[in-house]
Every structure is written in C-alpha cells, then in structure tokens.
C-alpha cells in the first residue's frame, strides 16, 4: 500500500501533466494554484483532502473526470471531496456534509481556496 506521502507526490506529477500549457494570470504554470491551495489547508487537513485540493481543478478544467479519477486509484473519500468543490457539479456551500461545514473545516476552506482562485485567475 502506498504511503500517504507517495500518493501525494503521485499526485502532483498528474495535475503537472494535465495542467500541461495552462497559464494563470500572471503567466505561471497553473499545477502552482493547486499546490498553493493544499499548502493553505494547513497541517490539520486529512492526506484526502491534501490531495482532493490538488485534484479540484483536473476535474474543472482538464478532461479528466471523477470517473478517470476512481479508475486511477483515488479513493471514494478523495473523490467525494473533489465532486463537492468541482464546477461541474456545482453544489450550495449549505448542502456540504455536517462533517465538512463550518470555516475551520478543511473542506469548506478548500471550497473558499476554490473559489477565491477562480476569481483571481
């Protein structure tokens, strides 16, 4: 079984590689949003919802789909938390899971990351 810390590296080849020729705004490879997005979860935020945050955007803006997700590998909880904050399945901040609600909840905070990214692209 892989560790957490390989998964998480596994992880960051895919969104280099699927983020391939995207820019952001200021012209820096896009993969760097992700990364700066799983930094800001903090230590307390579960290895699923590191790598959900390096995943929200594969889903969003490449042609990976949560599917392609679950036949990679990811877990059911790693794909769950990239469909709550995916575009294509847009969701009411209100109808995230009790577990995952309120603002020291890591996955609320990676919806704020999602979202406050989207509008400084």
Do not use: F, W
């Not at 705004?25 to 919802?49: S, W």
């Amino acid at each position: 079984m892989e560790t957490d810390e390989r998964l998480i590296e596994k992880t960051i080849d895919l969104i280099k590689e699927a983020h391939r020729g995207q820019v952001d705004k200021g012209g820096q490879p896009y993969y760097r949003h992700p990364l700066r997005v799983m930094v800001r979860l903090g230590a307390e935020a579960t290895a699923a919802e590191k790598i959900a945050a390096l995943l929200h955007d594969v889903v969003e803006d490449t042609g990976l789909e949560l599917e392609g997700l679950r036949e990679t590998g990811y877990s059911e909880e790693v794909i769950e938390i990239v469909r709550l904050v995916s575009e294509r399945e847009p969701l009411s901040r209100p109808d995230l899971p009790a577990a995952h609600r309120g603002p020291g909840q890591p996955v609320q905070r990676l919806c704020n990351e999602s979202e406050a990214g989207r509008r400084g692209r």
